[in-house]
Structures are given as structure tokens and as C-alpha cells.
């Protein structure tokens, strides 16, 4: 498995396979976080990419993985065939697998719309951690954390 730049996971994903599918954070802009300021930029790995690390790591791990966590910050704002993709992959690899989880924050969330947030479903995301750190746009503005 290749892994770039820093790695973050919540506490809940410690025993998750963390596999990841983006690099940096597409807005990187809040003032409070310092996890991408240094980089890397926000990308997407290629989807055979990311197929392969997850081949390696049903090698190394089989049928003892349960749970996947795709890092990196907002993987949800990668395309959608892409990140449908590897759930898809991912299930069909791993079978008991019971949850896959990424980051999004709520302007990403919003972007999809509802469609593609049902194919997701479909396809086995089945979580998303979201960072509420206020609902007030005046706080929003102030901490950089307002709609790109
Ligand atoms: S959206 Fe999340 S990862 Fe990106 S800069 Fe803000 S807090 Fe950091």
C-alpha cells in the first residue's frame, strides 16, 4: 500500500484498513487546521491505483477486514464513478466487510446531491465523517471555513 502526505483517521477507525484515495484537502483553508498547509495539494489517485492497494492489502489481510476508511481530508469530493468504484471494489474483496467511511465536509456533501449520494450508498458507502464546526456563517467566515 502507498501512502502520501499526512494520514489522519478518527479514533473510531482504529481498527479500520485505511486505504487511501485522495491526497490533501480540497478547500485547506480553515484556520484552525494545520493537518494539509504544507501539502500535499488536493488530488485523486487513480482509481486502478487505489484497486491495487486494496488487492495487496486482501493479500496481507483477507477476510479479517471489516471496516475500510478511504483517507485522505473530503475524499467525498472525488468523483463520484471513482469513489463508487472502489466501494464496489472493495466489497467484492472483502467479504466481511461490514462498513466503508470517509471524510466530507458539508459543502462537498452538498455538491453531489442527492443522486449521487443514493449511487454511493449503493455502491457500500456507508458513513461519512463530518466536521460541524458551527452552523453560524458569521463563525463560519471567521474560522475560513465558508462554502469555496
Ligand atoms: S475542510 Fe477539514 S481538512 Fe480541510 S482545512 Fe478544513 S478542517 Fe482541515
Keep these: ?3 502520501e502526505g499526512p494520514i ?5 477507525e482504529a481498527d479500520s484498513l485505511l486505504i487511501q484515495a485522495t491526497l490533501g ?3 485547506n483553508k480553515c484556520s ?6 504544507k501539502g500535499p495539494r488536493f488530488n485523486v489517485r487513480p482509481v486502478s491505483e487505489i484497486c491495487e492497494d486494496i488487492d495487496e492489502a486482501f493479500e496481507l489481510y483477507g477476510a479479517k477486514v471489516r471496516s475500510i476508511f478511504f483517507p485522505a481530508g473530503n475524499t467525498i469530493a472525488m468523483p463520484t464513478e471513482d ?3 472502489i466501494c464496489l471494489h472493495s466489497k467484492m474483496k472483502f467479504p466481511a466487510l461490514q462498513r466503508i467511511t470517509v471524510y466530507g465536509s ?10 449521487d449520494m443514493r449511487l454511493l450508498r ?3 458507502l456507508s458513513r461519512i465523517h463530518v466536521g460541524l464546526e458551527s452552523g453560524d456563517d458569521t463563525i463560519l467566515k471567521r474560522v475560513k471555513k465558508e462554502r469555496d
Design 1 to 3: 500500500m502507498r501512502y
Design 8 to 12: 489522519y483517521r478518527p479514533p473510531s
Design 25 to 27: 484537502c480540497p478547500h
Design 32 to 37: 484552525f487546521c494545520m493537518v494539509y498547509k
Design 83 to 85: 469513489l463508487a468504484a
Design 106 to 115: 458539508s459543502q462537498y456533501i452538498v455538491q453531489k446531491g442527492l443522486p
Design 122 to 124: 449503493e455502491a457500500g
